[in-house]
Each structure stands twice: as structure tokens, then as C-alpha cells.
Nanobody
Framework: QVQLVESGGGLVQAGGSLRLSCTAS????????MGWFRQAPGKDREFVAA????????YYEDSLKGRFTISRDNAKNTVYLQMNSLKSEDTAVYYC??????????????????????WGQGTQVTVSS
């Protein structure tokens, strides 16, 4: 059974950094694309970043490029989200996502969010101004 367990959220001042981690179990990790989404209070869940299987491509929501970095350590079955220069508008619950093995990846466009098969439980990130 696939499980995704997130960690690393918390309270940080504006301008600070956090690194989120998501460890997966029950699968051959490197064969799956992984992603991060977030949901702020009163808003829909939105795409943040993704990394394709075998680490071929990375994708970012345009407004987050340059501040957020997604990476993975296949030996540890873990995907990371490094978040720098945090702003109050980054406050949200952050969710780890695992994409279906049938997900199609291109160089230019993020994978279809509808292809997410599994979600983590979410970790709260609060940025104080």
C-alpha cells in the first residue's frame, strides 16, 4: 500500500526558508513522478512544483520560479521542496502528490493534476509578516 508522509512545515518569518520532505513507501519510487500542491484558507488547491519520474524534468508554478526548488533522493524514497524568501502569501497547507504511472511528461508543461493517484496528509506552512 502506498503511503506518503510529509514533514518540515512550521512557522517562519517572512524572508525565511523552509524545506519540506515527503517520504514514500510501498512503491518503486524512482519510477513515479512526484509533486507539491498547496491550499490556502478559502482557496482551491493549486500546483506548486513537480518532478518527473527518473528526474528528467522539473516544473514550477510560474510565480514561484526562483524561490522554490523541487528535488528528490531516490535512495531515500524522498522528495523535497526547498522554499526560500518566503512571503505571507505562501501560507498554506502543502500536500505531497504521487502521479499515476501513466502520466505523460513534456519538457514545457507540468503534468496533468488529474493524474495524481495519491496525496499526503498535508503539512502546514505559516509565514508571519
Amino acid at each position: 500500500q502506498v503511503q506518503l508522509v510529509e514533514s518540515g512545515g512550521g512557522l517562519v518569518q517572512a524572508g525565511g526558508s523552509l524545506r519540506l520532505s515527503c517520504t514514500a513507501s510501498g512503491l518503486t519510487f524512482s519510477s513515479f513522478g512526484m509533486g507539491w500542491f498547496r491550499q490556502a484558507p478559502g482557496k482551491d488547491r493549486e500546483f506548486v512544483a513537480a518532478i518527473s519520474r527518473y528526474d528528467i524534468y522539473t516544473y514550477y508554478e510560474d510565480s514561484l520560479k526562483g524561490r522554490f526548488t523541487i528535488s528528490r533522493d531516490n535512495a531515500k524514497n524522498t522528495v523535497y521542496l526547498q522554499m526560500n524568501s518566503l512571503k505571507s502569501e505562501d501560507t498554506a497547507v502543502y500536500y505531497c502528490a504521487l502521479y499515476s504511472p501513466t502520466t505523460y511528461y513534456t519538457r514545457t508543461s507540468p503534468p496533468n493534476s488529474g493524474k495524481v493517484d495519491y496525496w499526503g496528509q498535508g503539512t502546514q506552512v505559516t509565514v508571519s509578516s
